[in-house]
């Protein structure tokens, strides 16, 4: 019995019972991280028992003569026979290995339905033969904490599922991939535990090479406490740092000190905004590859290309998807939650990681309200049962601790006395205030022109063009959004860092996307009214480094521009309205505080997740994902021709054609990646101003402004928020 195709060379099949026990192999190593290591095995080892029917193998001999799909489906078998062994919803894991996790409704339908089928008795009783431990003869064991936590967390079944889940169908992807490469794909061979002495080395050549400032001495005692802070238990710690204290350093330097002291094997660290994992990748890169053993330690995944489209035929898009076997991860917030919260196998593929993970939110103040509780909830579990530590850090750390997921809750403080800080760091920026009467958008580019080097933040993409054509009657500016393609932005990025250290002229206009995590540092800064950690984000752009007796922030809200900003904001917008401006700036610790009890309250964050948590207990797993839906959802990548073209052509070319082994091109792809709103992106297709490539993924054929890069026009309010 067979359980693939033969494969290139030597044109052997993949034998069905080395199939199932190496899947199995597999996926009990995996499920050992989180102590279900028995139970994922199990159901690796039924997940594909369906093929032993007659049907399915005849279908398997004609779809290598003739070409295409087998025809024939293989999943009730395995499923019906989890249910038999009294594993319950566990048995949505076999049912959805390939097409994605079921409801329990479908599943009890399905399962209805294979008490009756034929195929499935004649393939169970084919596979004993040569898979007699299909029968175990002791129940399957199940992790020994599940009792307890099933009294104290009704999700944490869910997230089992989930987790299980993951390892099974990582599992499938990883041997047949071993079959038609005919090599099994290595493990990494280093673990974030290693990884200490690295970071350390590396840090330490950082700082010899960089140019001294006043605040040096605050991000070392960032740093140490940190360090200090990495030897407490696993669970949940807080990072409240200002802008410019050594945040990433810091946060980075706990992970891979903490993961020293408990043995831990990963590191994965999410930032809110795919524009910024690239600066954040490069930097740990210097730090943990420098001196390595030449194995890379750091994935960067940010690609957001849907390598799950259910096109036919282009089975290696999903063994292109990455399944994190990294020692150290640098993702999206959003990569991250929609892969936990989704239902399908491409994404889950890498979910069972997190177990026994240091999971770091980097500006966690950036996660959605609306979704707070679903998150903080599966943060929670993943910290008391799945062996994992979460380090939230921010500069506007919100209260987490306010909402029911975490009400009660150990979080452990790395700085123990952050306001002290804050004051200290506080006072290189002056806040000026221009709200009543508004300004208009020309007058701001007229003044912010005036400056010699000088940052101008709005909120949207249509504002930022808008604005960078006034500034440009004035003098010449550069210009940042995610129209631009991630080596444009790049580009401008470095331009601009070497203006400011040369001490030339600089002007720059940019959406918030160089607010998060970006490390500028400008005499002088105009910022759109926005939410107050907004704000804050932006002063942190302006004098970062201290050399300034002071820096000034300019916030204004104009009258003729930022009306999308109560569509991007809401009633956060509102919030910082009623608690901010020349008498209380937002570097305030506890008007920040008060600001986020009102913005939880204002967006009802408590029922806004319910739908999502209810969802969760009665195990439909499709409809969940359908919920959980993160900003980036409203935009596509755009593949945009700047820079090396012929380069360009060649991938989109594989990509295009569905060659075997193309899917490596996939993250060649990234400097070319720009981001349209999803319907933005199918009217250019309409109008053949784009052209599909792969899934959700365009081609831009449209003019590209050299410095503004796609310029579209939207009847659509919401789409000109992205």
């Known amino acids: ?84 062994q009294n594993l319950g919803i566990m048995a949505a894991v076999v049912f959805g290995h390939h097409g994605g996790l079921p409801s329990q409704s479908r599943l009890k339908e399905e399962l209805h339905f294979a008490d009756d089928d034929g195929p499935v008795a004649e393939a169970i009783r084919r596979v004993e033969s040569i898979v007699p431990e299909i029968h175990s003869a002791a ?19 869910d997230l089992l599922v989930r987790m299980v889940y993951s390892t099974v169908v990582d599992a499938d992807f990883l041997d047949t991939e071993a079959h038609f490469a005919a090599a099994s794909r290595p493990l990494h061979p280093v673990s974030a535990a290693d990884l200490a002495e690295r970071f350390e080395h590396g840090r330490q050549g950082m700082l010899d090479g960089a140019r001294s400032s006043p605040v040096d001495g605050l991000r070392q005692a960032v740093y140490e406490q940190c360090v200090a802070a990495a030897q407490g238990p696993r669970g949940i710690y807080r990072i409240p740092a200002p802008t410019g204290s050594g945040k990433t350093l810091a946060s980075g330097g706990f992970a891979v000190h903490h993961a020293r002291h408990h043995g831990l094997k990963r590191v994965i660290v999410a930032v809110p905004f795919m524009s910024i994992t690239e600066q954040n990748a490069a930097v740990y890169r210097d730090l943990l590859e420098q001196d390595g053993d030449g194995h890379p330690v750091v994935l960067e995944h940010h690609s957001g290309i849907d390598l799950d489209d259910g096109t036919p035929g282009r089975p290696w898009q999903r063994l292109a998807a990455e399944n994190w076997d990294a020692p150290f991860v640098v993702t999206t917030t959003i990569r991250l939650f929609e892969s936990l919260f989704s239902n399908k196998p491409a994404a889950m593929r890498r979910v069972h990681r997190l177990a026994g993970s240091v999971i770091v939110l980097d500006e966690v103040q950036a996660l959605p309200d609306r979704l707070l509780l679903p998150i903080l909830s599966a943060l929670r579990t993943l910290t008391r049962w799945f062996g994992a530590t979460v380090v939230l850090a921010s500069a506007t750390q919100p209260p987490f601790e306010l909402l029911s997921p975490l009400r009660g809750e150990r979080i452990m403080d790395v700085i123990q006395e952050p306001k002290p800080l804050y004051e200290a760091l506080g006072t290189r920026v002056r806040y000026r205030w221009l709200l009543d009467p508004k300004p208009t958008m020309a007058q701001i580019a007229e003044e912010a022109a005036a400056k010699p080097q000088v940052l101008v933040v709005v909120n949207t993409t249509k504002d930022a063009a808008r604005m960078h054509r006034m500034m440009e009657e004035h003098r010449s500016a550069l210009h940042l959004s995610t129209r631009m393609a991630a080596a444009h932005r790049r580009n401008t990025l470095e331009d601009i860092r070497r203006r400011l250290a040369a001490g030339e002229p600089v002007a720059v206009v940019s959406t918030q996307l160089v607010e998060a995590g970006v490390d500028l540092d400008f005499p002088d800064g105009f910022r759109a009214a926005a939410p107050a950690d907004s704000l804050q984000q932006a002063a942190g752009r302006i004098n970062r480094s201290g050399r300034l007796p002071y820096g000034t922030v300019t916030i204004f809200d104009p009258e003729d521009g930022n009306e999308a900003a109560g569509i991007l904001y809401g009633p956060a917008l509102q919030a910082t309205r009623d608690r901010f401006g020349p008498d209380c700036s937002p570097d305030d610790l506890d008007a920040l505080q008060e600001y986020y009890q009102a913005r939880f309250d204002f967006h009802n964050v408590e029922q806004a997740g319910q739908e999502i948590q209810m969802e969760r207990l009665a195990h439909d797993f499709p409809r969940v994902a359908d919920l959980f839906r993160m900003i980036d959802e409203w935009t596509v990548p755009v593949v945009v021709r700047y820079g090396d073209i012929e380069e360009l052509d060649r991938i989109l070319s594989y990509l295009r054609d569905g060659r075997p082994g193309a899917g490596a091109k996939l993250r060649a792809l990234r400097p070319y990646l720009a981001t349209l709103p999803r319907g933005a992106a199918r009217r250019a297709v309409e109008e053949g101003l784009a052209a599909p490539v792969i899934g959700d993924l365009v081609e831009w054929l449209g003019d590209y402004h050299p410095q503004r890069g796609i310029e579209i026009s939207s009847l659509d309010p919401q789409e000109l928020v992205f």
């Open 1 to 84: 019995m067979w359980a693939h195709s033969a494969r290139d060379g030597d044109g052997l099949r993949h034998e069905l019972g080395d199939h199932l026990r190496g899947t199995a192999w597999r996926a009990g190593a995996f499920g050992e991280v989180f102590n279900a290591g028995p139970l994922a095995a199990h159901c690796g080892l039924v997940h594909d028992i369906g093929k032993g029917c007659s049907d399915w193998q005849c279908g398997l001999i004609r779809a290598e003569s003739r070409g295409g799909p087998v025809g024939v489906p293989h999943k009730h078998a395995g499923t019906w026979l989890l249910d038999q």
């Open 139 to 157: 129940p399957i064991a199940l992790p020994a904490w599940l009792p307890e936590a099933a009294r104290d967390d009704p999700y944490a079944l």
